[in-house]
């Protein structure tokens, strides 16, 4: 297949991206296989990053492809208030049978952005719904993402991501402090054992806002997109305790953390803290169509649906809830995990790819390196005056060379496919190493 005619590159206004200087250069996939992309000139490039975190099974995974061929083909959509969809309930069912005990509930969106708003929205109606209604506020904690919808930016912890739209952000919303310190925790292996204590930062909030007032704290049981932030031992469990003795509810947003990339099927499991509501997106369809998903305990569904049998419970949703199509690439994709041992998998190359991606120690302008799971970042020192730039710099050489990779300012990312061979792995690290020599 030729690559379609070169379009004009300017109509398309790109997601987080320096449109201008893109387009001076563009970057441009024309088709995908397996761990690799293929560009518009037919070269080949290694994904490092499993998609943008989501494609840990390969692209074009020819058992998702086929799912979604046959379901495109039979049912393309409908409606899906009043009326559902059989491929909705299947997935539904799936995701809680790979769900942490005593989640028993799944609401479809079509992203972590929509997940997370949906999550927020769910707590309030919990507690409202329990004669609650004056809890509130909403604790979200510094460097967290939770998409760029109104209430994941006003819970999210990440400046740049509010600092345009700070008049808008949602009233009633705190944060705790991060768990990031170079001082105690640089070149630190899976979970930092230095750290536990800064939970108590979220009892400092409590006692500010006063419990009574809180509806839920929402954090990542790694934090993704600010660079990779491992929580220290002993951290989230101690979240988990404070949220208890208040009875605030406890969201993991695990739009990355689940489906394997900590080599679990959840976060959660990995770190055996279980929260009332978890949030997924990208590894719940392998990338191959949009979809997110909110679980809950059964408890507050319970509390949401005691009302007249006959009245709407919940006066939320999307058009493309349960999407027949993206379910379907749900279905498949739940079901490769299980037919690949996939999550087994990606436990099985954790200790490589963590001694690999930690042998760039040493290298220039490394200041840090941290990993857990199959999620990687490496800190690089800022240029002076152009925080970014070296990061940046980086991951274009990477790139050039055939390699993807993520930067988020001068923080390298990582997020190898599940399958990823030894060669592979190496040729990631080898590649950046390279970069960062070459990188003043
Ligand atoms: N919550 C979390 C924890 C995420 O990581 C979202 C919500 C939003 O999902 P959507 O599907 O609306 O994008 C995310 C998304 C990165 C990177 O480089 C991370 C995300 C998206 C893009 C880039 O780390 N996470
Ligand atoms: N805006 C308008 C005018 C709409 O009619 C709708 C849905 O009906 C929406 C936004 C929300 O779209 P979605 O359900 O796809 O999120």
């Known amino acids: 297949m030729s690559p379609t005619p070169q379009p004009d590159l300017e109509p398309y206004w790109m997601p987080f991206t ?46 998702i492809v086929a799912a979604v061929q046959e379901q495109v ?9 009043q009326v559902g969809n059989d491929k909705a309930f299947a997935l539904a069912e799936k995701v809680v049978a790979l769900a942490p005990e005593g989640f028993t509930r799944v609401f479809f969106t079509n992203s972590g952005s929509e997940a997370a708003d949906t999550a927020l929205k769910i707590a309030l109606a919990y507690h409202r719904a329990r004669g609650d209604g004056q809890r509130t506020r909403l604790i979200g904690r510094e460097k967290g993402y939770h ?8 819970v999210g912890g990440i400046l740049p991501n509010r600092k345009a739209f700070s008049a808008a952000l949602l009233p009633g919303v705190d944060h705790i402090r991060h768990t990031h310190s170079l001082p105690d925790m640089a070149f630190s292996k899976g979970q930092p054992n230095w750290g536990a204590h800064l939970a108590e930062d979220f009892e400092r909030v409590v006692q ?13 049981p790694v934090s993704g997109s600010a660079g990779i932030i491992v929580p220290p031992l002993g951290y989230l469990q101690r979240l988990r305790q404070i949220c208890d003795k208040h009875g605030i509810l406890l969201i993991f947003d695990e739009v990355i953390t689940a489906f394997g990339r900590l080599g679990a099927a959840f976060g959660a499991d ?58 379907a690439a749900g279905l498949a994709t739940l079901q490769v995990y299980e037919e690949e041992e996939s999550f087994a998998q990606a436990r099985a190359i954790e200790a490589p790819f963590e001694e690999l991606l930690h042998s760039l120690k040493g290298e220039p302008n490394v200041i840090d390196i941290r990993s857990i799971g199959l999620m990687g970042g490496v800190e690089l020192a800022p240029r002076e005056g152009a925080i970014g730039a070296r990061g940046f710099e980086v991951f274009l050489q990477a790139f050039e060379d055939g390699v993807v990779i993520r930067s988020a300012g001068d923080i390298l990312q990582f997020s190898p496919m599940f399958k990823s061979s030894q060669d592979e792995l190496e040729r990631i690290v080898e590649t950046v190493r390279r970069a960062l020599r070459n990188t003043p």
Request: some cysteine; proline content about 5%; hydrophobic content about 40%.
């Open 270 to 327: 990995r770190f055996g803290v279980v929260p009332d509501i978890i949030t997924t997106a990208k590894g719940l369809t392998n990338g191959v169509i949009p979809m997110g998903a909110v679980l809950v305990k059964e408890s507050i569904y319970q509390a949401l649906t005691n009302g007249p049998e006959n009245l709407i419970e919940l006066f939320h949703g999307y058009t493309y809830s349960g999407h027949p199509v993206a379910a």
């Open 208 to 220: 500010l806002h006063d419990a009574s007032n809180i509806a839920a704290l929402i954090v990542e």
């Open 73 to 81: 083909a039979r049912l393309d959509y409908s409606m899906a208030f």
């Open 18 to 63: 320096p449109n201008r200087a893109f387009k001076k250069a563009p970057r441009i996939i024309h088709s995908a296989q397996g761990h690799y992309y293929t560009d518009a000139a037919g070269r080949q490039l290694l994904d490092g990053f499993s998609g943008l975190w989501t494609s840990g099974l390969g692209h074009c995974h020819p058992k």
């Open 147 to 154: 998409g760029v919808n109104f209430g994941g930016m006003s």
